[in-house]
């Protein structure tokens, strides 16, 4: 056996580990220049409007301070205690690609939120009034801002988790995103400002519709039109063309000057998707907390006569035992339901589920075969797996295709600054010649086979693709397990996290043969 050997640092291990730390650095930077361009910091990440929004999301009801001090006189004193010392506490969550920009982000919001917590609290006060003490000492709190760098699942669905470990009030979530409902706390996105002229958008659309217009005239008979007797308004109407507008979120920020400027060439009647609004939802405290009174959805009275909340239950246990599949698909009920107090009950009445295509909210009596979809988006390769939008776009196309779908489908690249009238017909990238009716109809094909091999599966998992907690989440979680269980096959629930790490874990459970991923739309 040879003497062991001893090996002597001279400091070159530290320099070579700093340096190959630099050089990751340098890449951050240099990814996240990449992401704003030459664009500030303020400009691109919205300080002011984004921490306006802030202070409107925080509560401001009488139950907290700031609720208080808003609605107090101006000569009255009132005694004042903050629980926690903070004005606000704040989640900054950021995608991988722009965490270089995190430090510098966050001492902008707090001096941007502090200015905006100030101005909407002395909004209420006589501008000659003297500032009360307790007012005086409650400004000169600061806010808590903090930073989410890594998700439990994608960077697109906003971390209610991580945000509450630090009782977060608002999170602001930058970048692309997916805009799954939140349930806790109220979210503001930012998905990054660029500047865009859409004159050159607008003059080809409207390029367009003209000659669209002179193709149809030709075809239309001259002595119908004669005996047509149209009003001025009706054959305002006629002449317009009814747009659906939809978009890749980046362009949030100003696609509504595109609207009005399309609208403003009178020419069409634009209908614009929309991010959709934050909904009050039944939290599981509040079921969990639901005895006594009860809207049981099992047939029996106010008292739970059908041994729906017998004691001993919980809410929990009283969905899953006591409320067969049958019962709840009778009652059109889901797991708990049963045991859901009254006022809770006619709550979850108020909430609705929106109508959407691609994440954004369009209005519930659109008549989509009345209009043309205009799509605005740089990137409409479906079948690329570096692509935030492949999704948004997928769904999007699959909608609108649909035999109730849109007339027609165009996109517009403010990038390249092209319009295509016909995006099926498209080539997926410059480097791909493949159009896109052919990517999508091999995604619905293969649709169609992994559908067929879940009908032969006896055993089913369910992953849990998202951290989100809200109502639609877990009705969603339940009606599944629902319908697997009703079939007479086994269901198991699985949180493994990302589904990229966590392929090899899957792996090793042989007996499963179909798992079923409940996740965002992303």
Partial sequence: MSPPRIMFDDG??????????????AAHQSSSSSERGNISTEVYYEIDRVAKEVVEKLDWSTNTSRGRLLLASNTTESNVNDEDGFLCRVALQFPDELLADASEVSWLMEHAIMSAYKSKLLSQQDATAVISTSMNNHLQQYPLIFILGDTTYGSCCPDEVSANHLNANVI????????APTESIPVVYSFGASNNNWEECVDLVSREIDNKRKQEEECVDKALDEKLSLTDDDADSKKKTKLLLLYEVKYHHCIEDLKLALEQSGKMDVVLGTVPKQQLSVSRNELSQGRGSVSNCCG?????????????KTTTDCGKTNCSSDDATKNDCNEGDCCMPAQLSEQKERFYIPRTIGGLEIPNDLKLSEYTMLYIGDDIDIDSINSNSRTRLLHILLRCQAPDGTQS???YSPLNSHLSTDILDSPLSPTNDTVVSSALSRTLRRRYFLIQKAKLATTIAI???STSTSYLFRRMMARTRRRIQSTGRTAYTFAVGKLASASSKLANFAEIDCFVLIACGE
């Fill in 300 to 312: 029996g009275g106010e008292s739970g006569a059908t041994d729906c909340c017998n004691d001993g």
């Fill in 463 to 465: 992953l849990i693709g």
């Fill in 172 to 179: 602001v979530h930058y970048g692309y995103a997916c805009l």
């Fill in 409 to 411: 489908l165009w996109s």
């Fill in 12 to 25: 070159s291990r530290i320099m070579e580990a700093a340096a190959a730390s630099n050089e990751d650095d």
